[in-house]
């Protein structure tokens, strides 16, 4: 093996070599290991141990019994966490969801090889260097993404598999070897059995990495069909409109990357025209013509992301990103008040960002103008932050106590009375006087009426 050295970090450190002095043998293993010959930087610190979980449990004062069915204790050590993993066999996988069983072993051997790819199934401690049982290194020099073992069988035990090669792939900028992509591209539809959750989690990795262009491999795969067939219909739909000199998916993965990669900002960029190709008509001159597609959007990408699973923030700001990508007002500063009011203060700048990225995604015509208009909506909104205008109800200078006081009952009305208040003061922000409203609110009582 070649001289290879890993810095691991002291905490991960004293429990290999506790473990040591108990008798037993320690490694990191799996991403931590790939990250650290990649020299990047591990997200968490695993460890690989032929104790049982019992020893593991004796030898360290805290523990948690994270994963204690699986193996999994996790030890802290000076307030950090670290997941130690009896080596073990994963028995057969209960209709490709979760192993039915799982032996321990006193094998590293055994265990690695339950890995899914060369590259995660390396282990390392500073007594022997790097085990490396499958040519995982070459495979990182080489930057492939190659499954432990035949890749049918692999997929078989676990279709997740297949969706992580695709994720790695994106995170990394690696290949993935042909016969394991061979295998997906067969399996891909056993990936119906696995649990939204878990496609997710892969799936976020995926589209936060710094290669959101792997989601054509994803396609191309036969995945997407299967967890996300909107994504497919992304691909295949041509755009013929001067503005745009992409497809909806390409134009889709150039706006995914002009976005920061957090979670919400790299979901609203993949599902903001996710409805063009339903809403899709070309006209007697051959343009085409996306009408609604962002109301639409927004319907349909609530739905996606219900079935993905995803919390109930993410989909509602997302949603409201969809559905206000392409509102173009004039800009007038009390057309920016009432589009500030509808997509609410803490989105705008979320929406700003997300209309920035849209116009760099596609063709050059009228570019500068386009970004301007952006420009000009930003300082608009920068006005009302800075003039502390009113654009919500509870920027009101009344509010529901008022109203009931003046005699609107109790119930829905007050908050109609409110909506109707606040549509004054978006017209004209100098209306927010506590007299002037009560004089217009007198008005609405008697329209009412
Ligand atoms: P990340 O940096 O995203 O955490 P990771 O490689 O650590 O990447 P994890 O999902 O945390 O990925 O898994 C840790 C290790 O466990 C992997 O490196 C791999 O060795 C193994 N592993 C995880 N999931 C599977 C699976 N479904 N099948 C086989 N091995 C797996
Ligand atoms: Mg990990």
Not at 41 to 62: G, H, M, R, S, Y
Not at 277 to 300: C, E, N
Not at 321 to 334: A, M, S
Request: charged share 30%.
């Amino acid at each position: 093996m070649e001289n290879l050295k890993i810095e691991i970090p002291s905490g991960a450190s004293t429990i290999i070599e506790t473990l040591g002095a108990h008798g037993h043998v320690a490694y990191v293993v799996g991403g931590c290991v790939r990250d650290s010959v990649l020299g990047r930087n591990p997200a968490d610190w695993d460890i690989t141990t032929d104790a049982l979980p019992e020893e593991v449990k004796e030898i360290f004062p805290v523990t948690i019994d994270t994963g204690i069915e699986h193996g999994t204790v996790t030890v802290r050590i000076d307030h950090v966490s670290y997941e130690v993993t009896t080596y073990r066999i994963d028995g057969e996988y209960e209709d490709g969801r979760h192993p039915k069983d799982v032996t321990f072993t006193r094998s590293l051997e055994e265990d690695l090889k339950r890995r899914d790819f060369t590259i995660n199934a390396m282990a390392y401690n500073d007594t022997e260097g790097l085990v490396d049982l499958f040519d995982g290194l070459g495979d990182l020099r080489r930057g492939i993404v190659r499954c432990v073992g035949n890749p049918t069988e692999r997929f078989s035990e676990d279709a997740l598999r297949m969706l992580r090669a695709l994720r790695f792939s994106a995170q990394l900028d690696f290949a993935i070897e042909a016969e394991t992509f061979g295998a997906i591209q067969t399996l891909a539809p056993t990936l119906s059995k696995v649990s939204a959750e878990r496609i997710q989690v892969e799936l976020l990795k995926l589209i936060c990495s710094d290669h959101p262009e792997r989601l054509e491999a994803v396609a191309e795969s036969g995945l997407s069909a299967i967890f996300f067939p909107e994504w497919d219909a992304m691909l295949s739909c041509s755009q013929a409109t001067v503005h745009h000199c992409y497809d909806v998916g390409h134009h889709t993965i150039e706006v995914m990357r002009e976005v920061p990669a957090t979670k919400g900002m790299r979901l609203a960029a993949l599902l903001h025209d996710v409805a063009k190709p339903i809403s899709k008509k070309t006209d007697k001159k051959g343009h085409d013509h996306f009408v609604g597609h962002p109301s639409l959007g927004a319907v349909m990408a609530r739905d996606i992301l219900r079935r993905w699973k995803l919390d109930n923030g993410t989909i509602d700001m997302v949603c409201r990103l969809v559905k206000y990508h392409d509102e173009r007002p004039q800009l007038t500063p009390r057309n920016i008040r009432r589009l500030v009011h509808r997509i609410g203060t803490e989105h705008m700048e979320d929406l700003l960002t997300l209309q920035w990225a849209d116009i760099l995604g596609q063709s050059d015509y009228l570019r500068e103008e386009k970004l301007e208009r952006v420009t000009q909506l930003r300082e608009g909104y920068e006005t009302i932050l800075r003039e502390q205008q009113c654009v919500q109800i509870s920027d009101l200078k009344l509010n529901g106590k008022d109203v009931i006081a003046a005699g609107v009952p109790k119930g829905p009305m007050v908050g109609q009375a409110l909506e109707a208040l606040l549509q004054v003061v978006l017209e004209d922000p100098a209306r927010n006087e506590r007299e002037d409203l009560m004089g217009e609110l007198e008005q609405w009582k008697k329209s009412c009426k």
